[in-house]
């Protein structure tokens, strides 16, 4: 009848059976005494970040994550959440449904497992296709090339490289690698080349690319945030310029949902760890800090009589 959430219900039963009567009314008639409340100025530092050019593009989780690295504000996504709806700054999006089969293939280290695959890129009057190699772990792309064919010879040059850039040429056993049944990847060539390098071929279900999730997720995010930008490169070259200069950004600066909003290149070099027990610190610290402040202003208002 009342519209009262069963939590806070709870709550004040367990203070009135502490406390009685005035355990109620310290906490429901005095203002200002939510110890844990969002002080004036980290709110403002939310504000001010949402509203400037150098968070504009990111979402609350991650400007979240943003302003905890940056030193500027340490609170959790849903506090971002909350400032950004009072102030009527959330972006709607139209997001497609999503499938329950994501395509996630375990991986408890950075090069056990890796994702290869093809996509069709528009430029001038040609036909060219970007071939990535990305680690399964981290989701850092190990490699990329745009190459004017897609033939076993481009995949072959492709994961070679990837192999070297990872300093596994060398290695007796390779990566586990993932892709789709195209010719290029069944090929007898590219196979000895897997076999070369002791690497497994895993390939997925025929009409099923869930199963190679990760890598069409990095495929549709290059083309969205990137490609389509541009109504076609006039030529290769161009388009190799700019999707270079992606790659170099979404390994080394952009915060992945994925793996917990670190960077690609974080996760795979392992600095990612220090980085979230520094979060983790500083959330701790900023918790207590909140509390100290509220509690003291508490301490300062004078009680409202019953």
């Given amino acids: 009848m009342i519209q009262l959430n069963p939590d806070r219900y709870y709550r004040w039963r367990k203070r009135y059976a502490n406390e009685g009567l005035q355990g109620l009314e310290d906490r429901t008639s005095t203002p200002g005494t939510v110890v844990h409340k969002l002080l004036p100025e980290e709110r403002e530092a939310i504000l001010e970040a949402a509203r400037s050019g150098k968070y504009a593009d990111l979402r609350h989780r991650k400007l979240a994550y943003a302003l905890q690295d940056d030193g500027v504000v340490f609170v959790s996504p849903s506090t971002v959440y909350r400032v950004l709806k009072a102030e009527d700054l959330i972006h709607q999006w139209e997001l497609p449904n999503a499938d329950k089969n994501d395509g996630k293939v375990p991986a408890d280290r950075p090069n056990e ?5 093809i996509t069709y890129i528009p430029t ?12 399964g772990y981290s989701r850092y792309i190990v490699h990329h090339e745009l190459c004017p064919s897609m033939t076993a010879w481009d995949v072959e040059r492709v994961v070679a490289q990837a192999l070297q850039n990872a300093g596994l040429e060398e290695a007796t056993i390779g990566p586990i690698l993932v892709s789709d049944n195209g010719v290029q990847l069944t090929a007898k060539r590219f196979q000895a080349l897997l076999h070369r390098y002791g690497i497994e071929h895993r390939r997925i279900a025929v009409g099923h690319p869930e199963s190679n999730g990760k890598i069409e997720v990095f495929h549709k995010t290059i083309k969205y945030e990137r490609i389509y930008v541009h109504d076609r490169y006039d030529n290769i070259h161009e388009a190799q310029r700019d999707i270079d200069q992606f790659v170099e950004y979404y390994n080394t600066k952009r915060l992945h949902q994925g793996i917990d909003f670190v960077t690609p290149k974080q996760r795979y070099t392992g600095e990612d760890r220090a980085i979230l027990e520094e979060r983790k610190r500083n959330h701790q610290a900023a918790v207590a800090r909140r509390k100290q402040r509220n509690s003291q202003r508490v301490a300062r208002t004078p009680a409202i009589a019953a």
Avoid at 113 to 117: A, L, N, Q
Avoid at 124 to 135: E, K, N, P, R
């Fill in 113 to 117: 497992i890796w994702h290869t695959d």
């Fill in 124 to 135: 001038g009057a040609s036909h060219t296709y970007l071939i990535s190699v990305l680690d």
